[in-house]
């Protein structure tokens, strides 16, 4: 217990002693740019090149620790080329970042941006009202900090830009797409007819069916938002964090897209809590 003690020891004194300001600055600047690196490659196929390069890393940490040296050469070998491999494999990301530097935060961007935000939440309530009057039913999923990667890959990808029309064109029934739903990442639909992972929650009620358990499923399991049109009633409904609320009309709807694309940092679940909020897992 005391040798313990005495490496607490000299481990608070090398940083109270051999630490200077200037290692400490050098140190959250590299942890800055490693923490931008890895938001620059989410969601991207980049990501699992980085996870490799820490694969290989602990490889040759645990061969030199049992002594494997020519395991260790190889690796080191091929780590000696790391810097030019991380280039090629990443000059995508790095030209977009530095455009995105080059341009700085301007202000017409911003504009440009809300004004898009705004199309976006009228195009999206407008297509919601339209096919819950039609009794044409819908599920369409809002991608959040929690990446949605794997269900996109089931589904047919689009990256296409969010419009009523193309939505309403999507679950018009017996079209090769209606059946699934749609994924919307920001300010884009990138991917249609996706599978979702059922709810098992007995709770929700016997009248809903597999599209409402299956946005309630998502968001049980991650931070997306869902939004549902009945076929059968016509009813809109929300989905979050394992909640649902039903019944909503067009001016709970915009709010709640509005609150969804809102350029504060702001969360929905501030609004949704002010919702008509059934009891969890959308008991009516």
């Avoid at 740019?33 to 602990?58: M, S």
């Avoid at 358990?213 to 049980?220: C, D, M, N, P, W």
């Avoid at 509005?258 to 702001?266: C, V």
């Amino acid at each position: 217990m005391q040798s313990v003690w005495n490496a607490l020891d000299n481990f608070w004194w090398s940083v109270t002693h051999l630490l200077s300001l200037t290692d400490v600055l050098d140190i959250l600047i590299v942890a800055a740019l490693l923490y931008q690196l890895v938001i620059l490659t989410k969601q991207t196929p980049a990501v699992q090149v980085l996870k490799g390069l820490a694969v290989l890393l602990v490889f040759r940490y645990v061969s030199e620790l049992i002594h494997l040296y020519t395991v260790s050469s190889v690796i080191d070998a091929v780590l000696s080329n790391t810097a030019l491999l991380i280039i090629v494999l990443f000059q995508g990301e790095f030209r977009r970042a530095l455009a995105q530097l080059g341009r700085g935060a301007r202000l017409e961007h911003a504009m440009s941006n809300t004004t898009e935000n705004q199309r976006i939440i009228n195009e999206i309530t407008q297509c919601c009202l339209r096919l819950s009057r039609r009794r044409v039913g819908a599920l369409i999923v809002f991608e959040q900090k929690i990446g949605l990667k794997e269900v996109i890959e089931t589904g047919t990808q689009l990256d296409a830009a969010i419009s009523a029309p193309l939505l309403e064109n999507i679950f018009e029934p017996n079209t090769p797409l209606h059946d699934g739903a749609v994924i919307i990442r920001g300010q884009r639909i990138v991917s249609a007819a996706c599978v979702l992972t059922l709810s098992e929650s007995n709770a929700l009620s016997r009248e809903l069916g597999t599209r409402h358990r299956a946005a309630l499923g998502i968001s049980e399991t991650t931070d997306a938002v869902t939004i549902i049109v009945s076929e059968e009633t016509g009813t809109i409904s929300m989905t979050q964090d394992g909640r649902m609320t039903r019944h909503l009309n067009a001016e709970s709807l915009n709010a709640a897209l509005n609150g969804l694309y809102a350029e504060e940092d702001t969360v929905l679940r501030k609004l949704m809590n002010h919702l008509p909020w059934r009891r969890k897992a959308g008991v009516q």
